[in-house]
């Protein structure tokens, strides 16, 4: 049969490495491409010829997702060159045994490297389980203390409460700080917290995904036995941490680190083995913690691409260099909205913006839904706000190139001048 030959274009600011030409099967995609990248352009060719079917050939979105969000465009096209057979194993990563010689190789370096990002110290435990963050939310107190045991709350938003409220059926949870009335645009100022003194821990959302909410620093739990937790879902690996300063840290991978379906606890090694009788098997760490994560079966496909992501954020100089990355993303982004004349508009203090997610208004409200319209003939998606919130919302995680801020710039830009 005649190969068809169709082409996509990648948007990407990097060099890729070379993937030599491969044949799958007879019936299955051939790839070619070039050796690298002009980083003057911002796009690239990939040929593909199908043997069988015709292969679409429109240009990839800049996707602005929440999460599930987008993932680096390297990690996606290596993760595609695996896919069929893994370095030769004769099978793909969906399908090998989680008890395998293969399968234990990737999920030991994913942890070796994540290790290496955040200098995690010895005495902390990284466990990939699933559920998503939520379901963190009650095998905390389940593993943390007893039904009587009081818990602090910090509540910058929707984030926050949820964790607040699932902890009521387990302990005693209290809030010693909430935004919603004003919005849940601020960070509270640590020195007049007024922390519980026997609060077993003290719980925080790094980043709040819905309202743009980011803490900069981190409060000093007060109880000298107490130990503060931290929900990084939608910042964890975009900046340096001190995991040292915190008893459990945790985070769905689905916004900076991999697919939906991965869920990563690091937890201080004496904090484990203390879970409740009535906690479900599927919720207690040290059943995870002595079984490798590999007590049931994992999400192993999402395991390797996260392992990807970290081995790429390593291979861009680790998480400071990331961090400069999203700073500058985030700055062109907020002077946009900033120097607009308020036809753009962010409701967050300025000093504690995420550098993940940045919700804006237009003047005219009327209009948003028009924006959002164009935006996605322009190719960049996914940019409506929370439901809960409204408005427009662009996450810029790691993975967004500065291409696709510069992009959004431009079209802030335009459509003001269009309709100002």
Known sequence: MAASTNSFLIGNQTQIPSLKPKSISQSFIHFT?????????????????????????????????????????????????????????????????????????????????????????????????QGGATTQFAALPLNLCKSDDSVDYIVTGSWGDKAFKEAKKYCNPKVIWSGKSEKYTKVPSFDGLEQTSHAKYLHICANETIHGVEFKDYPVVKNPDGILIADMSSNFCSKPVDVSKFGVIYAGAQKNVGPSGVTIVIIRKDLIGNARDITPVMLDYKIHDENSSLYNTPPCFGIYMCGLVFDDLLEQGGLKEVEKKNQRKAMLLYNAIDESRGFFRCPVEKSVRSLMNVPFTLEKSELEAEFIKEAAKEKMVQLKGHRSVGGMRASIYNAMPLAGVEKLVAFMKDFQARHA
């Not at 240009?59 to 370095?87: I, M, T």
């Not at 234990?104 to 994913?110: E, R």
Request: with cysteine; charged share 20%.
């Open 33 to 129: 491409k070039p050796n690298t990248i002009n980083l003057t352009t911002r796009t690239t060719s990939i040929s593909i010829r199908c043997a069988s079917t015709t292969v679409g050939s429109e240009q990839r979105v800049f996707n602005f997702a929440a999460g599930p969000a987008a993932l680096p465009e390297n990690v996606l096209l290596k993760a595609q060159s695996d896919l069929y057979n893994w370095r030769g194993s004769g099978m793909s990563v969906m399908e090998m045994s989680h008890r395998g010689k293969e399968f234990l190789s990737i999920i030991q370096k994913a942890e070796s490297d994540l290790r290496q990002l955040l200098e995690i110290p010895s005495e902390y435990s990284v466990l990939f389980l």
